[in-house]
């Protein structure tokens, strides 16, 4: 899938007033069906939608994933947050915090938000399981008490109180 990602960013550079008609018939013509239908199942998942890739797919490249939000109550993720979002916190003016693969006990005695550089892990609490990586925006609230796994070795910028994302 790699390959497909790179040559078809290599074509929407060079075509960038391409419709999807066009897209289509360059996947077509240089990959195989099923290589083309993953490709199209992946692009719908992270842009938002098949129909948005459909409309205009040159658009749905530009704008790039769209930010996925997840409630679990105590905690809140949101999956490919815009850079924009990201700027205004100045989460690189963050303090960082690195652990090695583990698994600990944690209580929240305030609020904490953090953005992961590297590393995935899952905090579980009240039977939900919170699953989280590289490049999505955490929040924890003030009185969780949760069991933190960490799968791959986790780097992030965090930030102790209110913070509004």
């Not at 497909?4 to 550079?13: G, I, Q, R, S, T």
């Not at 060079?14 to 083309?36: G, I, Q, R, T």
Request: hydrophobic share 35%; charged share 40%; net charge negative.
């Amino acid at each position: 899938m790699e390959n497909v990602l790179k040559k078809v960013e290599e074509y929407m550079n060079k075509y960038p007033d391409s419709d999807f008609d066009d897209l289509e018939k360059f996947l077509n013509e240089n990959f195989s069906k099923e290589e083309v239908s993953k490709y199209f199942e992946m692009m719908g998942d992270v842009l938002g939608g098949f129909n948005k890739v459909a409309e205009n797919p040159v658009d749905a490249l530009l704008d790039g994933p769209k930010e996925i939000f997840l409630n679990y109550d105590k905690a809140f993720v949101i999956e490919f947050p815009k850079e924009d979002r990201l700027r205004d916190l100045k989460v690189k003016e963050w303090a960082v915090w690195e652990k090695d693969v583990s698994e600990f006990e944690w209580k929240y005695d305030e609020d904490e938000t953090c953005f992961i550089i590297e590393g995935e892990a899952e905090v579980r609490f009240d039977d939900k399981i919170v699953k989280f990586e590289s490049g999505d925006l955490v929040k924890f609230k003030k009185g969780l008490s949760c069991t933190w796994k960490i799968n791959k070795k986790i780097k992030k910028y965090y930030k102790f109180g209110n913070v509004e994302i």
